[in-house]
């Protein structure tokens, strides 16, 4: 992974992280304990990863380099070098009214205007450097900049980027979004954590050819050619009505193909029913959750293991219930009880029930807020990690294509780019139309 992908990957759980720490603040009517406890893990992660990490990383290569190279850069590296020497200060006057606050010495108004202050302030600053400072580099930096540059924010033993920072960067995050509230985490207790698999073999597993699917007269899907390999993560993103969930249902048998071939494991499956893919590893998580809302979320974990044995199935759930903390203390409940981040848990949780070969996510981060979007696709990535083959469905494309080995971009029922996740992240066309770039 190069320098800048990292870069604009941790703008975006800065951005995340203000955009809920707004919606907190401006749904504060009095401060709580367990919110105080959320703005402080947050303040934590900001000094940790922003003031100590992020910034000093940008000043001492990106930004050192960018000014031997160009004379334009200097104007507006000056005000970003400064808003990093600020940052410190400016999170200390957040923290010391935060106190106040809690002590009831501020109104808690008062503390959610310094709040949207500040995060205006870091998006402010993120914008500066995604527009201005991150093309400029592009076009101004040598290779040999390049090198030292990607040298220093990838090497695994350095104290800043390396691995320990990794591990303290999930333990913050899970940190907050189990202090966040309901409306913007996952509200669990615990975390957990599963062992990584050994890296999985690339044979195809998924193979589809020529594929067309119609409502009535219109054509939805015209002739599209995809393949995920086993181990594999892969992206299908668009815009709305791109056909990418029909794509999804198509696969998994529920909606009807009228040309074209689905390939999996090496078997035609085009004419097979919905439940016999199923039973032979094709799992859905469906767009929209779809979870069966009076029954208990145990029970809909059940309904999602109904074609395995039943000696495992105690086991699996449990294995659910370590990636997914929060199901577990409420396992009991009815489904229809839970938040909508709770309820794309339970959904994800209900399909990997029935042990996928390949697990098809339909829009998993729909409707939901910016800090348990991220939450999401920490789950994404754990599941890649362990070496599960993936197909993606997603309007997040920066998002879906940051995890993705590989990805197509779909319009209008026809596949009009593919290529590897960093690439299409990096082509200009698909920055303007997807990223808002």
Known sequence: MDALT??????????????????????????????????????????????????????????????????EAAEVLDALEADHRQGPENLAQLRAKLAAAAQGQLPVAALAVAVKHYTDGLKGHIKTEEKH?????????????????????????????????????????HRIASLAPDSVGLGASSVGSLQTAAAPTQPVLLKVEGLESCYGR????????????????????????AGKTTFLRAVSGVQSISAGSIHFDGEDISKLRSDKRMRRGICQS???????????IEDNLRLGAYTQPKHQV?????KIFTMFPILKEKRALPAGTLSGGQQQMLAIGRALMGRPSLLLLDEPSMGLAPLLVEEVFNVIKTLKSQGMTILLVEQNAFAALAI????????TGTVTLT??????????????????M
Request: no cysteine.
């Open 6 to 71: 990292i870069i604009s990957q941790e703008h975006s759980n800065m951005w995340r992280l203000a955009t809920t720490l707004d919606q907190v603040a401006s749904d504060l009517q009095a401060i709580s304990p367990s919110e105080t406890a959320f703005f402080e893990a947050a303040l934590d992660y900001i000094t940790q990863f922003v003031d100590r990490m992020h910034h000093p990383k940008e000043d001492d290569f990106l930004f050192r380099l960018l000014r031997l190279r160009s004379l």
């Open 133 to 173: 400072v991150l093309p400029l580099a592009r076009k101004a930096l040598l290779p040999q900049d390049w090198a030292e540059i990607n040298q220093a924010f990838r090497t695994h033993s350095d104290p800043v980027f390396g691995d320990q920072a990794k591990a303290e960067f999930r333990e913050l995050f």
């Open 218 to 241: 219109i054509k939805a899907l015209k002739g599209i050619t995809l393949e995920v390999r086993k181990g594999e993560t892969v992206a299908l993103v668009g815009a709305n009505g």
């Open 286 to 296: 469906p767009e929209g959750r779809q979870v069966f809302g009076p029954l208990s």
């Open 314 to 318: 105690a086991g699996d759930m449990e």
């Open 404 to 411: 993705a080995d590989r990805g197509y971009v779909l319009e």
């Open 419 to 436: 290529g590897t996740g960093e690439d299409l992240i990096h082509n200009e066309e698909v920055r303007a139309a997807y990223l808002g």
